[in-house]
T-cell receptor
Framework: QKEVEQDPGPLSVPEGAIVSLNCTYS??????FMWYRQYSRKGPELLMY????GNKEDGRFTAQVDKSSKYISLFIRDSQPSDSATYLC????????????FGGGTRLMVKP | DTEVTQTPKHLVMGMTNKKSLKCEQH?????MYWYKQKAKKPPELMFV???????INESVPSRFSPECPNSSLLNLHLHALQPEDSALYLC???????????????FGEGSRLTVL
């Protein structure tokens, strides 16, 4: 079993839909939770960062962390074709914050 | 300036060649990273430099040799590579908060390497 599980997709939605992306993990030491967006043939871009549990909102994006369930989510409201990309969840432990464990990535396609 | 700049963007080399990948950041970050990414896979950590010292080497073959000349620059020297080393090589940097690193990494666009 992988430490971080993420559905690879592809996930195809119409423009304007609400998108829900999720990851589950097994390591209870994880305290830092990130979502990266990666466009084709580009480097990953940090989208959202959360420390420990809770919600964080930034524009159309909301990140949620439920440590009791070992489950994190990224919601995208009013999805746009420009949101089409691969979304990677990543997490790390408090004393090894820079040692990221990535999920496999979910490919999202938003159709006009 | 929130950029991590990598050169070259594309590199084709033979198995006997010696080449280098370069990375530069001017955000004052004190940790710099090399990752390798194969198609449809997440990035895999290769090396971490913290305050210009190699702090993590993820059992990478010696044909990959990292170098951190100063706090803004990171190189990856390549020698006697194999075709299976063809991949996207990503550089990243991060800052520390109260002496601790979080997972907030800033990635470059990557150098796409093809080994013939």
């Amino acid at each position: 079993q992988k430490e971080v599980e993420q559905d690879p997709g592809p996930l195809s939605v119409p423009e304007g839909a609400i998108v829900s992306l999720n990851c589950t993990y097994s390591n209870s030491a994880f305290q830092y939770f990130m979502w990266y967006r990666q466009y084709s043939r580009k480097g990953p871009e940090l989208l959202m960062y959360t420390y420990s549990s809770g919600n964080k909102e930034d524009g159309r994006f909301t990140a949620q962390v439920d440590k009791s369930s070992k489950y994190i989510s990224l919601f995208i409201r009013d999805s746009q074709p420009s949101d089409s990309a691969t979304y990677l969840c990543a997490m790390s432990a408090y004393n090894a914050g820079n040692m990221l464990t990535f999920g496999g990535g979910t490919r999202l396609m938003v159709k006009p | 300036d929130t950029e991590v700049t990598q050169t070259p963007k594309h590199l084709v080399m033979g198995m006997t060649n010696k080449k280098s990948l370069k990375c530069e950041q001017h955000m004052g970050h004190r940790a710099m990273y090399w990752y390798k990414q194969k198609a449809k896979k997440p990035p895999e950590l290769m090396f971490v430099y913290s305050y210009e010292k190699l702090s993590i080497n993820e059992s990478v073959p010696s044909r990959f040799s990292p170098e951190c000349p100063n706090s803004s620059l990171l190189n990856l020297h390549l020698h006697a590579l194999q075709p299976e080393d063809s991949a996207l090589y990503l550089c990243a940097s991060s800052h520390s908060k109260e002496g601790r690193y979080t997972g907030e990494l800033f990635f470059g666009e990557g150098s796409r390497l093809t080994v013939l």
